[in-house]
């Protein structure tokens, strides 16, 4: 069975511009998390869904940030307008909620803006 | 709010050699994760333990989930360079935080060949 999906693997943008981070979790996973990881502050809890509903967006630094969960299987985090202290490992990570907490991640976006 | 303090910060040892390392947290754990990072990929979990007192094997790799639940701790005998890596635990804290997980602050492991 196929992981956790994350596109793209690797974005340079400069200041000011729109990113959008896509992720596909696993096939039946009902929760889905997105992280931060950088060396300073390590991996960052951004905002989680359980069943495709925003359920904890605390972690979300700013208004910039927004994600979505349209369906089961897609869900993006958006970055508009992106700022160079954004740049940062993003991953999406995908777990079967109320059965176990085992998350399973992605391969993560390297994000660089410039 | 909760953390989980892991250590050693770093491990530099020599192929062969046994590796220990623990996450401690102040408050009790449901449950304790522990994962495996490379350079340029995603955490890849290793071992899911999810009672107390629980002793858990994935190869070379042995958990325990400790008797207080406040700690856990991973061992990898005869490491190999394969082992390099960031190693991070993960706990889900009791009460729950519905299903967020908490992250130790990792454990850098290098193997000399």
């Known amino acids: 069975d196929a992981g956790v999906i994350q596109s793209p693997r690797h974005e340079v943008t400069e200041m000011g511009q729109e990113v959008t981070l896509r992720c596909k979790p696993i096939s039946g996973h009902n929760s889905l998390f997105w992280y931060r990881q950088t060396m300073m502050r390590g991996l960052e809890l951004l905002i989680y869904?359980?069943?495709?509903?925003?359920?904890?967006d605390s972690g979300m630094p700013e208004d910039r940030f927004s994600a979505k969960m349209p369906n089961a299987s897609f869900s993006t985090l958006k970055i508009q307008p992106s700022e160079p202290r954004d740049s940062a490992v993003y991953f999406c990570?995908?777990?079967?909620?109320?059965?176990?907490?085992?998350?399973?991640f992605g391969p993560g976006t390297r994000l660089t803006v410039t | 709010g909760q953390q989980l303090n892991q250590s050693p910060q770093s491990m530099f040892i020599q192929e062969g050699e046994d590796v220990s390392m623990n996450c401690t947290s102040s408050?009790?754990?449901?449950?304790w994760l522990w994962y495996k990072q490379e350079p340029g990929e995603g955490p890849v979990l290793l071992i899911a333990l999810y009672k107390a007192g629980e002793l858990t094997s994935n190869g070379r790799l042995t958990a325990q989930f400790g008797i207080t639940r406040k700690d856990s701790f991973l061992n990898i005998s005869a490491s190999i360079p394969s082992d390099v890596g960031i190693y991070f635990c993960a706990g889900q804290p009791s009460p729950p935080l519905a299903n967020k997980l908490i992250f130790g602050t990792g454990t850098l492991l290098a193997v000399q060949p």
């Open positions: 869904f359980n069943n495709n509903v925003p359920i904890d």
């Open positions: 408050s009790i754990f449901n449950t």
């Open positions: 990570a995908s777990s079967l909620m109320w059965s176990s907490y085992e998350q399973y």
